[in-house]
């Protein structure tokens, strides 16, 4: 940052990561009376169905409300935590191109069905990278469910009936990329300096947290994630990869399972 010397710098992390703990803790201290609630409006519950009067079906429906209120916020609670405790990243030597073609192949199925046209465009003979294969298959699944959100949840006046999602590998300047391009609404011009904040989110009941989730990793693997949007035409994600050092031939790995992305909605 510009004019801010390395010693105000240092104080400014230092100051970062007390809160973090701090809120990390909190959060913690959260939970415990949160499962309590839980359980006793499990019971309560239990009670009111038993020969139910009017007034008692009432109440459940109250109960019920509470009850969701309860996940709910044990689900943000979730995902601040996962978020705040960083990840244990484990980078092995993979070849980019096998883990898109299983993360792609199996999550085109879910697009095709809402009507979205996924094509999948690798760069032949690509230099391996070293990454941690199941946080950069959360990242591009996170991508992947915005950009099929951004398709999916416009007005259906403002559809072209033509939705697209096509992803790419192809050698970059320093390394290897990654696209990941709709053809859908793009991104606000006020929104776009916000997006990789935690809990922005212009979608009702969006976490907020699956952009800066994928940056994060990407970051924490010495890459980088950038994007570029145009109005009414589209939005790109790109994700700049490092080769492995001591380049071998490619290996085309064998895929392992895929991971689940972003809590579903
Ligand atoms: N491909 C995209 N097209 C349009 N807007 C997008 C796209 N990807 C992300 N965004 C915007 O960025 C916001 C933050 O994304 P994200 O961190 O994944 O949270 P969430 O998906 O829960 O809203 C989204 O709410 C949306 O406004
Ligand atoms: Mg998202």
């Excluded at 105000?8 to 959060?27: D, I, P, V």
């Excluded at 020969?51 to 109440?59: G, I, L, P, V, Y």
Aim: proline share 7%; charged share 25%; aromatic share 4%.
């Amino acid at each position: 940052m510009l004019g801010m010397g390395s010693s105000e710098n240092k104080s400014r992390q230092s100051r970062l990561a007390f809160l973090g703990t701090l809120a990390s803790g909190l959060a913690h201290e959260i939970k415990n009376p949160l499962s309590a609630m839980s359980v006793n409006l499990q019971m309560l519950r239990e009670d009111l169905e038993a020969n139910a009067t009017s007034r008692e079906t009432r109440m459940l429906k109250r109960v019920g409300v509470l009850e969701r209120e309860v996940v709910r916020l044990e689900e943000i609670l979730d995902g601040f935590l996962r978020f705040a405790r960083g990840y244990k990243l484990d980078p092995t030597r993979q070849s980019l191109n096998a883990l898109l073609r299983e993360v792609v192949e199996f999550w085109a199925a879910k697009a095709a069905a809402a009507g979205v046209d996924v094509q999948l465009v690798l760069e032949p003979d690509l230099p391996d990278v070293e990454i941690d294969a199941n946080y950069v298959k959360q990242a591009l699944l996170n991508l992947l469910n915005n950009a099929f959100d951004a398709l999916t949840q416009r007005p259906a006046a403002e559809k072209s009936g033509r939705e697209q999602i096509l992803v790419c590998s192809r050698r970059g300047k320093s390394g290897v990329e990654l696209l990941v391009i709709d053809n859908g609404p793009g991104i606000s011009a006020d929104a776009r300096t916000h997006i990789f904040d935690p809990y922005f989110s212009t979608k009702a009941g969006g976490s907020g947290l699956g952009l800066p989730t994928a940056r994060r990793i990407i970051e924490e693997l010495g890459g980088t994630l950038t994007f570029d949007t145009e109005l009414d035409r589209g939005t790109s994600f790109r994700i700049e990869l490092k080769t492995a050092a001591d380049p071998q031939p490619p290996s085309d790995a064998p895929p392992s399972p895929p991971p689940a992305g972003e809590p579903p909605r």
